[in-house]
């Protein structure tokens, strides 16, 4: 452990935190406007037609019933957030709790396709209830998007590989490719999180691919 100048024990540094979102601020904001209007827009179109057959109080109700579980959605989304801590994965929404990825039992990779945007996440699940985790580690739209920063997919790449339950090693080579990519100065078509992306079906919302079949795309960037 060592010792500081005062000789006495040193303290273990605590893990970097690196944040897993990719999100500014302006567009949370945006994204929190955006969603309140269509849950007041949803609420007072359902409560009018209540309101019109049952009268006031039925109108009210109705409005109720429909916004607030909408408002808990939208206020949900908003402020999920994710950070790595050295294996572990942060989620903070209404609270903090925190997935080893070390320890998940099932990891998959999933692709979804949202008005021409693509977006490249890893799925987690350590088996447990309430214990699966989703992290974004690319958004494409064209031949352009952004990507989690190279120290974050670095760090994400070395907890993958220390991943024993589900052979997370194939999905950590994944992210050494992508890293290699980069450091090659690669363009964004060449990178394999964008190959991936690409070679989803379209005219799906999401596409699953699991372990095997990412082993098998992996085998073929060698």
Do not use: C
Request: proline content about 5%; hydrophobic content about 50%.
């Amino acid at each position: 452990m060592g010792e500081n100048v005062t000789g006495e024990p040193r303290k273990p540094a605590e893990p970097q935190r690196l944040p897993l979102h990719q999100e500014d601020p302006g567009l949370a904001r945006k994204r929190l406007v955006s969603g309140l209007v269509g849950v007041l827009i949803m609420a007072a179109a359902f409560g009018g037609v209540a309101g019109l057959i049952g009268g006031r109080v039925a109108g009210l109700v109705a409005a109720l019933v429909v916004g607030l579980p909408l408002l808990y959605v939208v206020l949900w989304n908003v402020r999920r957030k994710l950070w790595l801590e050295g294996t572990a994965v942060l989620v903070r929404t209404w609270r903090t709790r925190r997935v080893d990825l070390t320890t998940a039992r099932r990891i998959d990779l999933l692709v979804t396709d949202v008005r021409g945007a693509r977006t490249v996440s890893l799925l987690f699940n350590s088996g447990q209830r309430g214990q699966v985790v989703k992290i974004d580690v690319a958004v494409y739209a064209g031949t352009g998007g952004r990507e989690l920063p190279i120290l974050t997919l670095r760090r994400l790449a070395d907890a993958l590989a220390d991943n024993i339950e589900s052979n997370g090693l194939v999905f950590a080579e994944l992210l050494v490719a992508q890293l290699r990519a980069e450091a090659r100065g690669a363009g964004v078509p060449e990178r394999p999180l964008y190959q991936l992306a690409s070679a989803a079906p379209s005219g799906k919302i999401a596409q699953r691919f699991t372990m095997e079949a990412v082993s098998r795309f992996v085998a073929r960037l060698g």
